[in-house]
């Protein structure tokens, strides 16, 4: 490309060939599309082949380091970021774009329509176990993602604003699904306190136990979900316990 592209769009997967065709077929609007493969073993690499401008594939044990190899790949003056599980619909394809062009720097806010299966659930995301919304599109440099394995802390500059169309998360396909994100999750944070302990004891991990599920079911309003908000705020709960028990009970956390 001669001139500076307005939107690059950034994919990180690690063995999504199930998901990689639908995601970066919907990506088409941006100017550069580039996809991150990390230890890549199925055939997204050949999925990728038809969309991508640039792939960069690699090994990374760290999710923050694969991401911000990815943000200092792309060359476009915003930058937005898509999981292989998530949709961008034509609606917000467009608000992406009128954002980009109106705007120089900062970073926005784009809420999230959260899929089980089949089942949309709004109500009830936070505490580490989802999002209602998040910053994944940013001015170039505007943002850079901390060095932990799982929910990388983020350092954003810039004016935070706010899109209103939703992008579409397939979050998991059903409880089996979630109980394996919950063993995945708790086994790569369990490695990050084993490196880097927090200080925070098991009384207090086991009182998160209780405050998560509250601020996810209550405060979050995940009672509005039916059984699908409990499921939610209990795997809220659990996340911070049985990683502080994953890192201090077993030598070698997978």
Same mark, same amino acid.
């Given at each position: 490309?001669?001139?500076?592209?307005?939107?690059?769009?950034?994919?990180?997967?690690?063995?999504?060939?199930?998901?990689?065709?639908?995601?970066?077929?919907?990506?088409?609007?941006?100017?550069?599309?580039?996809?991150?493969?990390?230890?890549?073993?199925?055939?997204?690499?050949?999925?990728?082949?038809?969309?991508?401008?640039?792939?960069?594939?690699?090994?990374?044990?760290?999710?923050?380091?694969?991401?911000?190899?990815?943000?200092?790949?792309?060359?476009?003056?915003?930058?937005?970021?898509?999981?292989?599980?998530?949709?961008?619909?034509?609606?917000?394809?467009?608000?992406?774009?009128?954002?980009?062009?109106?705007?120089?720097?900062?970073?926005?806010?784009?809420?999230?329509?959260?899929?089980? $299966?089949? %089942?949309?659930?709004? #109500? @009830?995301?936070?505490? =580490?176990?989802?999002?209602?919304?998040?910053?994944? +599109? *940013?001015?170039?440099?505007?943002?850079?993602?901390?060095?932990?394995?799982?929910?990388?802390?983020?350092?954003?500059?810039?004016?935070?604003?706010?899109?209103?169309?939703?992008?579409?998360?397939?979050?998991?396909?059903?409880?089996?699904?979630?109980?394996?994100?919950?063993?995945?999750?708790?086994?790569?944070?369990?490695?990050?306190?084993?490196?880097?302990?927090?200080?925070?004891?098991?009384?207090?991990?086991?009182?998160?136990?209780?405050?998560?599920?509250?601020?996810?079911?209550?405060?979050?309003? $995940?009672? %509005?979900?039916?059984? #699908? @908000?409990?499921?939610? =705020?209990?795997?809220?709960?659990?996340?911070?316990? +049985? *990683?502080?028990?994953?890192?201090?009970?077993?030598?070698?956390?997978?």
């Amino acid at each position: 490309m001669s001139e500076t592209p307005l939107l690059s769009a950034l994919v990180v997967a690690h063995n999504e060939e199930k998901q990689l065709d639908d995601c970066l077929s919907a990506l088409a609007f941006a100017d550069e599309l580039v996809v991150v493969l990390d230890k890549c073993t199925d055939g997204s690499k050949a999925i990728a082949e038809k969309y991508a401008d640039k792939i960069v594939e690699g090994a990374w044990d760290i999710e923050g380091d694969r991401r911000n190899t990815g943000l200092d790949t792309c060359q476009g003056r915003w930058v937005l970021e898509v999981d292989a599980d998530e949709r961008v619909t034509e609606a917000l394809a467009t608000e992406i774009r009128a954002a980009a062009e109106a705007h120089q720097d900062g970073y926005f806010l784009i809420p999230f329509d959260n899929y089980v $299966g089949d %089942r949309l659930v709004r #109500y @009830g995301w936070g505490a =580490a176990w989802g999002v209602s919304a998040a910053a994944r +599109l *940013s001015s170039k440099g505007a943002k850079r993602w901390g060095l932990q394995r799982v929910h990388p802390a983020l350092d954003l500059k810039g004016p935070e604003r706010r899109l209103s169309e939703r992008m579409v998360h397939y979050v998991d396909r059903d409880i089996s699904d979630m109980i394996k994100r919950l063993d995945s999750y708790t086994n790569a944070k369990a490695r990050d306190l084993r490196e880097n302990p927090d200080g925070t004891s098991y009384g207090r991990n086991v009182r998160r136990m209780f405050s998560r599920f509250w601020k996810c079911y209550v405060s979050r309003k $995940g009672y %509005r979900e039916g059984k #699908y @908000g409990f499921l939610i =705020a209990l795997f809220a709960g659990l996340y911070p316990i +049985l *990683s502080h028990l994953k890192a201090t009970l077993e030598d070698d956390p997978k």
